[in-house]
């Protein structure tokens, strides 16, 4: 990334306390409730207007089964990121390239309708409507933690399925070894196409084994709702042992490839960014450490920093998908 050093994103985590897990699980023991059809009981006990209207929102999204993630290990025990703080702290370069830029700009974005298109070296290819991808598969919640290569983290409860479901179904041929994810680039809705920061489409990619491993998920929710447009909307992908910018936003495309895509990052600063891209406190971006990271919300610029896990603490996963592999050439 460019280094930005202002410390906008500190004085947003400063203030935004207020919004925290507690709020989170009473959002989610609203959805609950009305996936029992008990709404209105629900609505008295909870501020109401504003429910309403996430009411209406939420109805994109189908309920969530009551248990947490089946996939072992993708749960943390780390408490939530604020929502306030994690739907304003925001990278989405086509929103602008500061973090408080995406939640004043990304109003714009239209998510209705919205079309995936599954393609390239797949027995099936396939142009699922949004809200057919939705429904595919079943969703789950899963906490995950996000590293951004700047150095800060944050801890999301994300909504959707794995992607490997996804790709079961349209069937890769034995020929596919990658997949290419494309992103929406349109500059009537996106002002920050504009500059010249990044090849536009954003776009990134994943080895077919990373892109099947249970982890690596399609999301279409945060906190029990439909994802702001900020984050992603109306689906992105969430890598969460990779640096953040390999979790693209707005997916309009997932073509699997059998050379190596370019990813956009990589093609802006090739030695900075490669195509891997896993969390490793070991090997340094050029122009700064990656052994720590700041917690977005822990107490603003003078919190004690964390130490970055390896694979951001989903080493036991996936750590085997990169065995013999010298993780220093391929950063
Ligand atoms: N299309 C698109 N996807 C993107 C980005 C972007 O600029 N454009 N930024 C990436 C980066 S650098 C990070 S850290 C995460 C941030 O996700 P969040 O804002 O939901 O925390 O999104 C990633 N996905
Ligand atoms: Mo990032």
């Known amino acids: 990334?460019?280094?930005?050093?202002?410390?906008?994103?500190?004085?947003?985590?400063?203030?935004?306390?207020?919004?925290?897990?507690?709020?989170?699980?009473?959002?989610?023991?609203?959805?609950?409730?009305?996936?029992?059809?008990?709404?209105?009981?629900?609505?008295?006990?909870?501020?109401?207007?504003?429910?309403?209207?996430?009411?209406?929102?939420?109805?994109?999204?189908?309920?969530?089964?009551?248990?947490?993630?089946?996939?072992?290990?993708?749960?943390?025990?780390?408490?939530?990121?604020?929502?306030?703080?994690?739907?304003?702290?925001?990278?989405?370069?086509?929103?602008?390239?500061?973090?408080?830029?995406?939640?004043?700009?990304?109003?714009?974005?239209?998510?209705?309708?919205?079309?995936?298109?599954?393609?390239?070296?797949?027995?099936?290819?396939?142009?699922?409507?949004?809200?057919?991808?939705?429904?595919?598969?079943?969703?789950?919640?899963?906490?995950?933690?996000?590293r951004c290569v700047e150095g800060w983290s944050m801890v999301i409860p994300w909504v959707g399925y794995s992607l490997s479901e996804l790709l079961k179904k349209v069937q890769p041929l034995s020929s596919a070894k990658y997949v290419e994810f494309v992103t929406l680039a349109d500059k009537a809705q996106m002002p920050g196409l504009r500059s010249g920061v990044l090849d536009w489409p954003y776009t990134e990619g994943l080895r077919l084994d990373e892109a099947m491993h249970p982890l690596t998920l399609l999301a279409f929710g945060m906190y029990g709702e439909v994802l702001p447009n900020q984050n992603g909307a109306p689906v992105r992908l969430v890598v969460p042992w990779k640096y953040g910018f390999k979790s693209a936003k707005s997916l309009v495309a997932i073509r699997l490839t059998d050379k190596e895509p370019g990813t956009a990052w990589n093609k802006a600063a090739r030695n900075e960014y490669g195509f891997y891209s896993n969390v490793n406190p070991e090997v340094d971006h050029p122009r700064w450490s990656q052994a720590t990271e700041r917690r977005i919300g822990e107490g603003g610029l003078f919190a004690k920093k964390r130490k970055t896990l390896m694979f951001n603490g989903y080493g036991d996963q996936v750590a085997q998908l990169y065995a013999g592999m010298d993780l220093k050439k391929f950063y």
């Open 1 to 146: 990334m460019l280094i930005r050093n202002n410390n906008q994103g500190f004085v947003h985590s400063l203030n935004s306390e207020i919004t925290s897990q507690t709020q989170y699980l009473q959002r989610r023991a609203f959805m609950q409730t009305l996936a029992t059809g008990a709404a209105g009981a629900a609505l008295a006990s909870w501020a109401g207007r504003d429910a309403l209207a996430a009411e209406a929102e939420r109805a994109h999204l189908p309920a969530l089964k009551g248990q947490p993630s089946k996939v072992s290990g993708a749960m943390t025990v780390e408490a939530a990121t604020a929502y306030k703080d994690a739907t304003s702290y925001n990278n989405y370069y086509e929103f602008g390239l500061d973090k408080g830029e995406p939640v004043r700009n990304a109003g714009t974005l239209k998510t209705r309708p919205w079309t995936v298109r599954i393609e390239g070296l797949v027995q099936k290819p396939q142009t699922l409507d949004i809200d057919s991808l939705l429904k595919l598969s079943a969703q789950e919640e899963r906490i995950y933690r996000l």
